[in-house]
């Protein structure tokens, strides 16, 4: 479970967002070949404009169940299963909104360890309805991941990569049966990271890079023509970790992220670097561990009439146990 909160502020708005997250994961070998496991989780994002007054929080609660079957040495199978109940909503002035409803996702997952490396790979379809405010929202979708990890046994170095591709498809009703909108959203991502461990030190280096396009069906409406939009982003991050006595750890990163939300129109991006700082510690051979960390951070916001930096601060605090 962990709690996190950000704060900005610059010379014209101040506000904050808080995230409290809880995770429940419960798995058991019935003998080599058959396993099972179950999850609980609590997710929640409230946002509050401190100049405004405005509001908006997401919240999210689910439930997942998986197996495990291991016909050969080395290599598992098995289904996975998902049920979730999200709610959105927001408040501004006098008027508010809000929109919740079930949603479901079920797929196969495998993986495949040979000596030298670790393979695995997901394929999940999912359904949400959502219902409120005299409208009906639904959206269907899949997604699909591959990742990798191998290290070298002769050096301390780790080797990890990832990449996935995602489809959903948006649909939102009034209560008349009129459509208010309907998109398509399709997108993929690369991720890479190596790492070393030299001694009591940990370095670890990590980028990605990822693509989503937008359909809109229906700007233009009535006539109906499609319009579509590019979101692009990129990720770099540097991490370092030190052993102290007693058991703790001291952690400390950079990262760096870019985004621009449509690659067709020009100085419509945005930029990020932080900079965190944290201190963790693993008691009873490693049963459990927390870890509390300050980020410190600023965006620079860039289009054709705006050229401005908001500096954001937070604060994270995450506590795991295994049993």
Do not use: C
């Amino acid at each position: 479970m962990g709690y996190s909160r950000i704060n900005r502020e610059d010379h014209r708005i101040k506000d904050h967002v808080g995230t409290p997250r809880a995770v429940l994961i419960y798995g058991m070998d019935l003998n080599p070949k058959f396993g099972y496991g179950m999850s609980g989780e609590f997710w929640s994002a409230a946002y509050a404009n401190d100049s405004t007054k405005e509001s908006a929080s997401l919240t999210t609660w689910g439930l997942g169940l998986g197996g495990r079957y291991t016909p050969v040495p080395k290599l598992s199978i098995g289904p996975l299963f998902n049920f979730y109940y999200p709610g959105v909503g927001a408040k501004s002035g006098s008027s508010s909104w809000h929109y919740s409803g079930p949603g479901y996702s079920g797929g196969l997952a495998a993986v495949v360890a040979p000596s030298w490396a670790t393979f695995g790979g997901k394929l999940l379809m999912s359904s949400v309805k959502l219902k409120g405010h005299g409208e009906v929202g639904r959206m269907s979708g899949y997604e699909g991941v591959f990742r990798a990890l191998t290290s070298l046994p002769r050096l301390p170095m780790d080797f990890g990569a990832e990449a996935g591709y995602s489809s959903s498809h948006p649909v939102g009703e009034d209560t008349s049966g009129n459509r208010q909108y309907d998109n398509d959203f399709k997108g993929w991502h690369a991720e890479g990271g190596v790492g070393l461990r030299i001694s009591r030190f940990f370095l670890g280096l990590e980028g990605g890079t990822r693509e989503q396009t937008q359909t809109d069906h229906l700007v233009g409406w009535p006539v109906h023509r499609d319009t579509t939009f590019v979101e692009s982003g990129q990720t770099a991050k540097f991490g370092a970790e030190v052993s102290l006595p007693l058991s703790l750890f001291l952690r400390g990163g950079y990262v760096w992220s870019s985004l621009d939300p449509d690659t067709k129109v020009s100085l419509n991006g945005e930029t990020r670097s932080k900079i965190t700082l944290g201190i963790g510690t693993k008691l009873l051979g490693g049963r459990y561990a927390g870890d509390i960390a300050y980020q410190r951070g600023s965006s620079a916001f860039e289009d054709k009439v705006l050229n401005q930096r908001v500096a954001d601060n937070a604060v994270m605090l995450v506590v795991k146990g295994v049993y």
